[in-house]
């Protein structure tokens, strides 16, 4: 069964770069020879439509050959009926989605070289919420308390500072959020019981509407220059 189309608005035109006549009239398996690898789906998109149904369009990417044009789609296909209430064809109506798709990418790319960074630091990284409750650790956090990653996040920050520095650990986050800044000194505990001093930064995170999410810490292990100086 053919696929004509009827309409081919200035929109399409303009984000798929080919002309109105070049597509109205014409089946779109051959206004489009790269359908046919997808025809398959698209019979079926289409019995599902002449059932009276709305299908959504996946978000994808397509390549216009007569035009060169890559873009990204998103959109629905919905029953086209005539006045009697007989559905006669389809109606779809895309979305160019090719600036969100480039942004969630170059996000991810720099997510990930972020995280690269963090991960071969010769800091120790770490991420704590509103409750304290850890939600990253870097293999540098993990290698200087004797933990592994998967035993630290979820688990409470102060949990793992050495009980006499607890209190003086944690008014120095309130002092962080009130907008205090350099480092301060304290000892974490290692899971083999003995106690590491470490100079940290601690920075907290806020979102746009400037209301507190967090906190990113970095450590420093000082054990050394301590014992220097006693």
């Given at each position: 069964k053919a696929l004509l189309c009827l309409l081919w608005n200035k929109r399409m035109?303009?984000?798929?770069?080919?002309?109105?006549?070049?597509?109205?009239?014409?089946?779109?398996f051959e206004a489009f020879p790269f359908l046919r690898e997808r025809?398959?789906?698209?019979?079926?998109?289409?019995?599902?439509?002449?059932?009276?149904n709305v299908a959504t369009v996946p978000d994808e990417e397509i390549m216009f050959p007569q035009s060169?044009?890559?873009?990204?789609?998103?959109?629905?296909?919905?029953?086209?009926?005539?006045?009697?209430?007989?559905?006669?064809?389809?109606?779809a109506f895309y979305r160019d989605i090719t600036s969100r798709k480039l942004a969630d990418n170059a996000l991810r790319e720099s997510e990930t070289r972020y995280r690269r960074m963090l991960e071969t630091a010769y800091e120790a990284v770490w991420t704590a919420d509103t409750k304290n409750i850890v939600t990253y650790a870097s293999p540098r956090m993990a290698e200087l308390i004797g933990y592994a990653i998967n035993e630290i996040v979820g688990k409470e920050a102060f949990s793992f500072v050495y009980p006499d520095d607890v209190a003086i650990s944690k008014e120095r986050i309130v002092m962080r959020i009130n907008g205090a800044k350099g480092p301060f000194d304290f000892r974490l505990l290692h899971k083999n019981g003995s106690t590491i001093w470490v100079r940290s930064t601690a920075t907290p995170i806020f979102d746009d509407k400037n209301i507190y999410q967090g906190m990113l810490g970095m450590m420093t292990d000082i054990g050394e220059a301590r014992l220097a100086q006693e």
């Open positions: 035109e303009e984000i798929s770069g080919v002309a109105a006549r070049d597509v109205v009239g014409r089946d779109q025809e398959e789906a698209i019979r079926k998109l289409m019995q599902h439509v002449f059932k009276g060169g044009h890559r873009i990204w789609i998103s959109g629905m296909v919905a029953p086209h009926r005539d006045t009697a209430g007989n559905i006669i064809g389809m109606v």
